[in-house]
């Protein structure tokens, strides 16, 4: 059966940059499946447009046509239920949901003005021109007066004081062992990681030691699937 | 058996002001245990002595002394294990925990300059010189300059857009039915009320109607136990 994960890509479509889509490949590499990535730029969305929305990431998981990051975990752990759970339980599912609000409207929005100009360096010509329209609107000033680039590095790392507070006391934000919680903040990390140069985490920061704990985030067609 | 809930108290014995006690008096509540409180003061430290340790909340239950908040509520769980879970398995009590963080790392220092002067207002004469000096030496700075009154209820109700942005998908943090996590931060809102005369939260916020859903939490002798 194929499975394919249709990811946000810079001009270079190996660089995938949307943490949502990250977000999902951690949960198809925890569940050991098997899948392969198709980038999709801003201004590609007709090759999502099967899938009867704009976002990424798509899932394409045989004959099913998933779209958003929730909608896969809670597809992937339902479909796949023999497999190692991405939330354990009902109880367990809803507080990873809040958890990722957290991340949304807390984390993400603390990294964009770390980023926003390494985003715009490494999309295509074309996507510039849409990047720059879509988000200025929303944000109703120019890109560079948003973009604090490394003066804006103490603001996010001081959003991710209860993750640094929680590893004091468990390895994952999960417990023992990584799940979709730990997914959705790596996923921001993975955002950043892969458009910056910036140091993002600091070499003795306890979320640092927990992102590179974490399983590497990579397709594989040997896992099986 | 007897069941005895040891809470910060004013000057007013019957005004119970700590956030983490609040936590252990929804979490008892919850598993519909019958207690009673007893209150203590900040210059009342001999009164829990027998803990062994100086900060509320202690539970006694039975023989069992239990301190902290954290303790308590994975005691209930793990000794009424036939009562209504607050945390439902290990990757639930995980999350629960790192939502705590959340709460005791960004919502507890928005909502203290609200009501900094509040407190100072309620607790007895003995206890301000322990107050103002205790905190004053951990702000270091006076108690008038970091309390911000009306002025700082913006940022503590922007604080809390991570449980208002869960509670447009799900009734409760924990999903269809309130748990732990809820208790916890409703423990930060019961804190403020009990002190504060302000508005914490508006009429048509989301988070306020969930506050209003969560169950009574005064202590009854009614509840089996």
Redesign the interface.
Known sequence: MSRRLYELAGADAARRFSPYAWRSRRALVHKGLAFDTEPVRFTEKEKIAFSGQKRVPVLVDGARVVPDSWAIARHLDDTYADRP?L?????????????A??V???VHPALLPVILMDIFAVISDEDRNYFRQSRERAFGRPLEAVHRGEAGLPAFRESL???R??LE??P?????TP?Y?DHVLAGAIDWGCNVTSLTLLAADDPVRHWYDRLPEAAPSRAADG
């Open positions: 759970p939330m354990e339980g009902v109880q367990a599912r809803a507080l990873t949901f809040t958890l609000q957290w949304q409207r807390v004081a209860p993750a507070a929680t006391s468990q994952f934000l999960a417990g023992e799940a919680a």
